[in-house]
């Protein structure tokens, strides 16, 4: 065969006609792309972006310029009228842009104009992935991937399984441009390779509501928008990269989101999560798409005490996080909704990192479980650091948290039965103070009162979520996902209290204080287990019209007893006693239509039915999104919420003045909210945007102490717990306007600036409207970061800053008794301390930090290392928080003050 071949391409005459045919053929293209490049046309006068003019002359002219999303086109532009040649406008409009075309017809192809320079010897890594249909979970066969930019190109196309496979690409940072006929493109940008780690990608990819013709669509899916393609409003996309570049983290993903507009950190040190004034226990968390017990270590009956989570960011992929009117799918929520992703292992090779810092010591382990096989294994283990050399004898470090948890995800696909999904994360902590002050440790049970108090603090808890997800695809078009799971936590307190008394000779003069015997002023042992089973059913009609259906049941498992001191009987009283089961089924429908590529709305109701005492809610759920055009757009919404409030407020026992006890909530309804959203968005350009939201929320059925003269609601409960008779005749209000300005990373660096003005109001039986305690009013973020690539003689080293600055309103806190003069007026032998009539209506400080990080990173032939220090309140600013009494200080008045300096450093290894 070859030896024909050669034959038949020797004849010299056939080469000459050959020759002739490609000359013909050379100078029939290029007298076609003369004819239209040296077509005159009429330019407008003009000024504004370069997009709108291409429109403008599109339409007049009749010519179509395609190009795709790496092309930007939104820099200004300016010209004069006149007609000239369409080459001179082109060489004109892109002058000092990397930007080409070519013209065939009435086509203009425009194209980047710069390569990305690959030098060779450099160190490289593999990149691979998987495509599949966001709505069959189907892989896609023949999808395109390339790296823009690259000269010659580098691409593939998926194979028989929808996977691809780069070779050899230099490290650094990449972007992927994934194509595909019917389907929205799709740009990964600033996508990092390591030489110790390879990258593994799973891409889902949304067919395209428009039919595809000459021209290119730009992709519609923007940077930051959520994975959840049912969810418009109030949402925010967190990658596994922002929770490391964010400074201020401190290996945490709950501490991420409070760089987000309208979401506030509590300034005591821990990881609570307020979101627009709504107390942090009533947000919602989920792992890998299913609901989750609080993640906290440290945490107590409300989930507001964590000091950190078991979470650890090194298994995370892209999360999505929701702060409002939230779609049909989401139930048992007022505040927020933290859906938690973890990535999955690598499914080829074996691959492992090591971490040791002030934090933790960990291990991530992860790879395949068989050579052929496309199942993957992704396991973690941390331990406290502090706590490990204190063990090993050191140092000796008092009140030190001791802590461990353990994660993994373990993916397990079959050839005929969908794929299963285990996942786990677990954590043990704990600990003991002794002798603690005013200024230490807050404690659950009650307020700070008295500096004279001292305090033995002992602490342990435990938490476990485990869960199987599986995916099963019926057709095309829909596909069924169903989950079980468990949840867990455990919780033990004792609090040991003594006072000291001061004793003073009949002249008044003091003489010495006397401490009293040690009394047991808090018990706590709470087991909490839930079990969830749930199913999903989704079907994309068409490309416009998508549907899901979904239900769930949990079962509930509450074990608790706890006691605190009582003051006028002098003794320790059990204010909650049971063990009871209860049962809850929720369940919900959501209709996403796409009107046209502009218009689209997702609508449905969410059901929820709680059987511990028959209470039912049916709550109507709608959002909108108009594009006005290519770079600007509106969303609107409306959801009504519900949520049982926390467990131990249905089953309060109460004591009477005649010594008998009642449980007077068992009957306490679900509280109720309305959420209403307005925002606009405008894209300036693909890593640009300006968003601004309007929300108002209406609380209703809150839960409040039955006492016309009591300024009591559940919703203020954090750890000082008041147990008494309830009713749910409360009402609230929480309503503001948020304002983000953000430049996605690229070209090396990145910048993030909100701001949030908002009111947080509520109303008991007194019928006068109060603050919140989470009322702060306003909130502003400033964060920024450069990354300095190529470092080095090898250029094998990156350097990265980042920085954030953060202005809060102070917390309003329960003020100290004072006489008509502003004086102190406590009486601590009757333990009358605060003015409840001035509940919250104060602050004391509004809160300023500046955190600084630096991560600086060096690849070697088979391994990555990094070391990363944060700098959290590098100026050790600590803000008053609240106040207690202490005779000794002037005025005799003690703050309790906001975390101060804080350095977490941490060196791993990636191999």
Not at 436 to 463: E, H, Q, R, V
Request: positive net charge.
């Amino acid at each position: 065969m070859y030896a024909k071949m050669t034959r038949f391409f020797s004849n010299p005459s056939l080469n000459k006609l050959i020759s002739l045919f490609c000359f013909l053929l050379f100078f029939q293209i290029s007298y076609a792309q003369n004819e239209i490049l040296e077509h005159k046309i009429n330019v407008p006068e003009y000024k504004g972006t370069a997009k709108s003019l291409l429109d403008q002359i599109s339409q007049k002219e009749n010519i179509v310029f395609a190009y795709s999303s790496e092309i930007s086109l939104n820099y200004e532009v300016s010209f004069q009228k006149k007609a000239i040649t369409l080459k001179e406008f082109l060489d004109n409009i892109f002058k000092g842009k990397p930007i080409g075309y070519k013209a065939k017809g009435n086509k203009v192809q425009l194209f980047p104009s710069k390569a990305l320079s690959f030098i060779p010897g450099s160190l490289t890594q593999l990149v691979r992935g998987s495509i599949v249909d966001a709505d069959s979970k189907l892989p896609l066969i023949g999808a395109s991937v390339h790296i823009p930019n690259t000269d010659p190109l580098i691409g593939t196309v998926t194979d028989l399984n929808g996977n691809f496979r780069l070779e050899k690409i230099p490290i650094g940072r990449i972007s992927l441009q994934i194509s595909y006929m019917g389907y929205e493109p799709k740009i990964i940008s600033n996508i990092e390779v390591n030489s110790g780690k390879e990258v593994v990608l799973n891409i889902i990819m949304q067919e395209s509501v428009l039919t595809l013709k000459e021209l290119v669509i730009r992709p519609d899916k923007k940077k930051g928008e959520t994975i959840n393609d049912m969810s418009l409003l109030s949402t925010h996309s967190i990658s596994l990269e922002e929770t490391k570049r964010y400074t201020g983290n401190m290996e945490d993903p709950a501490r991420v989101v409070s760089s987000f507009a309208g979401v506030a950190a509590s300034p005591d040190g821990s990881s609570d999560i307020i979101v627009r004034g709504n107390s942090p226990k009533y947000m919602q968390w989920r792992l890998e798409g299913v609901e989750i017990l609080s993640p906290y270590h440290m945490d107590d009956q409300n989930a507001s005490f964590g000091a950190l989570t078991a979470l650890n960011n090194n298994l995370l992929a892209t999360s999505d996080f929701y702060t409002g009117a939230f779609s049909p799918e989401y139930g048992d929520v007022l505040s927020a909704v933290y859906d938690v992703k973890f990535r999955t292992g690598n499914n080829e090779k074996f691959e492992a990192m090591a971490g040791v810092g002030i934090m933790g010591v960990d291990l991530t382990l992860e790879g395949p479980f068989k050579k052929g096989y496309t199942g993957s294994y992704l396991v973690n283990y941390r331990y406290s650091a502090i706590s490990l050399i204190k063990k090993l004898g050191l140092v000796d470090v008092p009140g030190a948290l001791d802590y461990q948890d353990a994660s993994f995800k373990l993916v397990l696909p079959t050839k005929k039965s969908g794929t299963f999904t285990f996942f786990g994360l677990g954590g043990l902590s704990g600990v003991s103070m002794e002798n603690m002050s005013a200024t230490g440790l807050s404690t659950p049970g009650s307020t700070i009162t008295n500096a004279f108090i001292s305090k033995d603090f002992d602490k342990s808890n435990y938490l476990l979520n485990l869960g199987m997800k599986h995916t099963l695809t019926i057709n095309k078009k829909s596909f069924i996902n169903t989950t079980l799971s468990f949840s867990g936590n455990g919780i033990k307190d004792d609090i040991f209290e003594s006072d000291t008394i001061r004793i003073y000779g009949s002249s008044g003069e003091f003489i010495k204080d006397s401490v009293t015997n040690k009394i047991h002023t808090f018990k706590n042992r709470i087991t909490n287990s839930t079990y969830r089973a749930a199913i999903t059913y989704n079907n994309k009609i068409n490309t416009k019209n998508k549907f899901q259906i979904g239900i769930k049941y949990s079962l509930y498992s509450y074990n608790y007893k706890q006691s605190i001191f009582n003051n006028e009987t002098n003794a320790i009283f059990d204010v909650t006693d049971f063990n009871n089961n209860a049962s809850a089924i929720n369940s919900f429908i959501s209709w996403k239509h796409s009107l046209n590529e502009k218009f689209t709305f997702v609508a449905g109701l969410h059901n929820t039915n709680i059987l511990l005492n028959n209470k039912t809610a049916i709550e109507p759920r709608i959002a909108i999104n108009w594009m006005l055009n290519s770079t600007t757009s509106i969303h609107a919404g409306y959801g009504k919420h519900s949520t049982m409030e926390s467990v131990h407020n249905y089953f309060t026992k109460v004591l009477q003045a005649d010594g008998s006890v009642i449980e007077p909530n068992k009957n306490l309804d679900l509280l109720k909210a309305d959420h209403f959203v307005l925002g606009y968005e405008k894209r300036f350009t693909e890593n640009l945007r300006a968003k601004i939201d309007i929300y108002y929320q209406y609380l209703y059925n809150l839960p409040v102490e039955n006492n016309d003269t009591s300024y009591y609601s559940t919703i203020n409960e954090g750890i000082d717990y008041r147990y008494v008779a309830l009713v749910n005749k409360g009402i609230g209000k929480n309503y503001g306007v948020e304002v983000t300005l953000e430049r996605f990373f690229d070209n090396n660096y990145y910048f993030l600036i909100n701001g949030s003005l908002f009111e947080s109001k509520y109303k008991s039986l007194e019928n006068v409207w109060r603050n919140t305690r989470y009322n702060n009013n306003y909130l502003i973020n400033i964060l920024c970061g450069k990354e300095f690539k190529k470092l080095g003689k090898k250029q094998n080293q990156t350097l990265a800053l980042n920085a954030k600055v953060f202005f809060e309103g102070g917390q309003r806190s329960v003020p100290l008794l004072r006489d008509a003069q502003g004086n102190i007026a406590v009486d601590p032998a009757n333990n009358k301390y605060w003015d409840y009539k001035n509940a919250y209506n104060n602050k004391l400080d509004n809160i300023f930090q500046i955190n600084l990080s630096l991560s600086y990173k060096f690849n070697r032939l088979k391994a990555t290392h990094e070391i990363f220090l944060d700098l959290m309140n590098i100026t050790d600013n600590k803000s008053r928080m609240s106040e207690y009494y202490d005779e000794n200080k002037p005025n005799k008045i003690g703050y309790l003050t906001a975390f101060g300096f804080f350095p977490n450093l941490m060196y791993r290894i990636y191999f």
